[in-house]
Antibody
Framework: EVQLVESGGGLVQPGGSLRLSCVVS????????MNWVRQAPGKGLEWISY????????YYAASVRGRCTISRDNAKNTLYLEIHSLRPEDTAVYYC???????????????WGLGTPVTVSS | QSVLTQPPSVSGTPGQRVTISCSGG????????LNWYRQVPGTAPKLVIY???QRHSGVPDRFSASKSGTSASLAIRGLQSEDEAEYYC???????????FGTGTKVTVL
């Protein structure tokens, strides 16, 4: 069974940093590209980052570019997202999602975790 | 503000057919595959349709989708109460090099 479990969310002060983790199981992690998607309270889905399976490409949404770093540890079946200079508008549930096609850019997010909530507030 | 536009809501009675439109541009829908996701409030999104018109594993054949030019649509026939959810279209956008989600459409079963 494919499973993705996010962790690392919580309450952070503006200007702070967080490192989110996503531990996966039930599939060959190193064979799949991965994504982070977030959803602010009462809002729609917002894709924020992608890491290709072969480590050739990483992409970031403009809203987080320069403040965010996506990484992965294939030995630990874990995807990470570091976010710096956090702002109140970064408050959201953060989901990791597997990419099915692996074509070098985000294409089909076929399995998602349950998400980890991040609140940026003083 | 998303570059993929969807109607805020659609509704129908049980058994009816409803459609959700998704309008984009040449750099996203016009040149990349289109996917549809559904999300019940308080839960994680789930893939419904990928590669424009392919149903994801476990999705009933009541769901169908199509794409033409810079627009796409998702149809649900034989509407059931469990189809109530928010539906999002999504595609890679070659311009900003971002994966963009649509504005979302709430499907209500009357």
């Amino acid at each position: 069974e494919v499973q993705l479990v996010e962790s690392g969310g919580g309450l952070v002060q503006p200007g702070g940093s967080l490192r989110l983790s996503c531990v996966v199981s039930g599939f060959n992690f190193d064979s799949h590209s991965m994504n982070w998607v977030r959803q602010a309270p009462g809002k729609g889905l917002e894709w924020i980052s992608y890491f290709s399976r072969n480590d050739i490409s990483r992409y970031y949404a403009a809203s987080v570019r320069g403040r965010c770093t996506i990484s992965r540890d294939n030995a630990k079946n874990t995807l990470y997202l570091e976010i710096h200079s956090l702002r109140p508008e970064d408050t959201a549930v953060y989901y990791c999602a597997r990419d099915y096609l692996g074509i070098g850019v985000p294409a089909t997010l076929d399995y998602w975790g349950l998400g980890t909530p991040v609140t940026v507030s003083s | 503000q998303s570059v993929l536009t969807q109607p805020p809501s659609v509704s129908g009675t049980p058994g009816q057919r409803v459609t959700i439109s998704c309008s984009g541009g040449s750099s996203n829908i016009g040149s990349n595959t289109l996917n549809w996701y559904r999300q019940v409030p308080g839960t994680a999104p789930k893939l419904v349709i990928y590669n424009n018109n392919q149903r994801h594993s476990g999705v009933p054949d009541r769901f169908s989708a199509s794409k033409s030019g810079t627009s796409a649509s998702l149809a649900i026939r034989g509407l059931q109460s469990e189809d109530e959810a928010e539906y999002y279209c999504a595609s890679w956008d070659d311009g900003p090099k971002e994966y963009v989600f649509g504005t979302g459409t709430k499907v209500t079963v009357l």
